[in-house]
């Protein structure tokens, strides 16, 4: 059967019937190996299976193809893929078509589609980029983006369609916060340039906006003088209130880069696959202590240096540490390059490809507690649930961030206080145990509820309109309002289940 025969197949019978008059035909796939890749994700839960996927040689390619769907009576559904690594099929497009994003990359005429400017300190820099491609770009010049995410293998169109957070987060603000303009085609298939002055609206629209308003081609990225090196640092607590109590007190004070948490569990190894950080005799110690306290409390710092600082690095170290509650005698520290400490997952994600443990479900969970609730929070969700239930074998973070650095004038949504905890619950399990892990979740959830915790979802995913709804709060109707404005026929992001809920 033809292509074509195939897509008449399909629920898009105008995409397959008048597919023939677009300059994109040629770069239209439909065999298995391409449909199948833009079917699901990182998080193997959500099977979606696309007509089409486009792997486009120019933004006049999307554009094409967005405004070709807006012509047709019954338009079919257009989503943004890049590194594929949301968890819920949030980049999928049942029966519609996926843009293969990454496809781009093939294709610029000077072989780059990042351009650094040392006079302005920013980036300009195509939303199917890799984070870690970024970072070595930038770095050729002594400069990097401040703001990041734990692991650099994602697309930048594709956390600023969410928010990018990490442990720089509580002082730069997520990646969203760090972004000066931006190229996006809309849901109209209309390319505009927009910033804080100019289409504005389309600019705070976009930002954390969950792929609903445009595909973002373009986005000019903040930096700064890149150090060198990084004094990592863990300190272990077993008392939950010190531990947090430590962590609200370091992102108050100068001169900390980075704080991140997570939660150590008995049944599990000191080390998980996101970092090795501890030595054999390390992991001998911590796992008498865990023994001892059924739960340890880990808290992960850092302080960059260079030449310029490296005889003073040590003294600033011992500074920041002053006064920690942590049990004494379990800090431990490593030097390690600036770019090996931003690209520390990457060893973790290379071991379990290695072992064919990569390619599994990730039922995640990601939530901004607020912190007046975090300490109900630990008591009901770290101990009641997942420690007594001792299901879950993925990392388990926990830090804290601050309000004022978030632009409320953006899509994403976070909790009403100064100060919230982001909690990442990174569960990978087996294709026979992912249910539990999501009952899991649902438990979570419902606790949440019952405790009156007003969380919100982190790359959230929700089944009705009237989730959503409450999840955006007070955001909602300006929400529904910018749909309109910039994709009124409701093309674009279909996987995310805001306006075609199931």
């Known amino acids: 059967m033809s292509n074509i025969g ?58 094409e193809l967005i405004k070709f769907s807006n012509e047709c009576p019954l338009p079919f559904n257009v989503a943004a893929r890049g590194h594929g690594h949301s968890t819920r099929g949030q980049a999928t497009a049942h029966n519609g078509v996926v843009v293969n994003m990454l496809s781009l990359k093939k294709h610029y005429k000077n072989g780059n589609g990042i351009k650094v400017s040392t006079s302005g300190n920013y980036a300009d820099v195509g939303g199917e980029q890799l984070w870690i491609d970024v970072l070595n770009a930038t770095l050729q010049h002594g400069l990097a983006p401040v703001s990041w995410t734990d692991y ?32 996006v085609i809309t849901g109209k298939g209309d390319f505009m340039t927009c910033s804080r002055d100019k289409n504005s609206e389309l600019f705070y629209a976009v930002l954390g906006g969950l792929g609903q308003f445009g595909i973002i081609t373009r986005a000019r990225i903040i930096l700064a003088k890149a150090p060198k090196r990084v004094k990592w640092v863990r300190m272990l607590y077993s008392d939950f209130s010190l531990f947090t109590r430590d962590q609200e007190h370091l992102i108050s004070i100068k ?21 090795s950080f501890f030595s054999p005799a390390h992991e001998s110690q911590i796992s008498s202590l865990l023994k001892k306290h059924g739960i340890v409390y880990c808290l992960d710092l850092a302080k960059y240096y260079d030449d310029e ?44 490809k290695s072992k064919g ?13 607020p912190k007046s609730c975090i300490m109900d929070f630990n008591a009901g969700v770290f101990v009641d649930i997942i420690h007594r239930q001792k299901i879950s074998t993925g990392p388990l973070l926990v830090y804290p961030t601050t ?5 409320d004038r953006m899509s994403a949504v976070i909790p009403d206080e100064d100060i ?69 026929r409701m093309i674009l992001s279909p996987g995310q289940k805001i306006f075609n809920a199931v």
């Not at 697309?155 to 931006?182: D, H, K, R």
């Not at 704080?259 to 998980?272: F, H, I, K, R, W």
């Not at 309000?403 to 632009?407: E, P, R, V």
Request: hydrophobic residues 35%.
């Open 6 to 63: 195939k897509l008449r197949q399909s629920n898009n019978s105008q995409l397959a019937s008048e597919i023939d008059s677009l300059g994109v035909r040629a770069k239209l796939r439909y065999d298995l190996e391409a449909i199948g890749l833009s079917s699901s994700d990182y998080g193997n839960i959500v099977k979606e299976i696309p007509s089409a996927v486009l792997f486009p040689t120019s933004i006049d390619d999307i554009i």
């Open 255 to 275: 001169g900390l880069e980075y704080l991140e948490g997570s939660v150590m569990m008995d049944y599990t190894p000191a080390n998980n696959w996101r970092s």
């Open 403 to 407: 309000k004022i650095k978030w632009d």
């Open 152 to 183: 650099l293998y994602l697309t930048v169109g594709g956390t600023l369609s969410n928010a990018g957070i990490s442990g720089q987060t509580f002082l730069y603000g997520p990646q969203i916060s760090n972004v000066l303009e931006m190229d």
């Open 357 to 369: 443990l990569w390619d599994v479900p990730h039922p995640w969970l990601n939530l901004f507690i």
């Open 420 to 488: 919230f905890y982001c909690v990442g619950l990174l569960h990978s399990g087996s294709f026979s145990d992912s249910q539990d892990l999501d009952n899991q979740n649902n438990e979570i959830l419902e606790f949440c509820d019952r405790a009156g915790i007003k969380m919100k979802q982190y790359l959230p995913h929700y089944k009705s309109k009237e989730e959503w709804i409450k999840h955006f709060g007070s955001k909602w109707n300006i929400f529904q309002e910018r749909k309109a404005q910039f994709d009124p």
């Open 309 to 352: 600082t490296i005889n003073s690095v040590d003294k600033e170290v011992e500074m920041l540490q002053k006064g920690s509650n942590y049990i004494p005698g379990f800090t431990f520290m490593k030097d390690q390059t600036y770019v090996d400490f931003l690209n520390r997952v990457r060893r973790g994600e290379i071991t379990l």
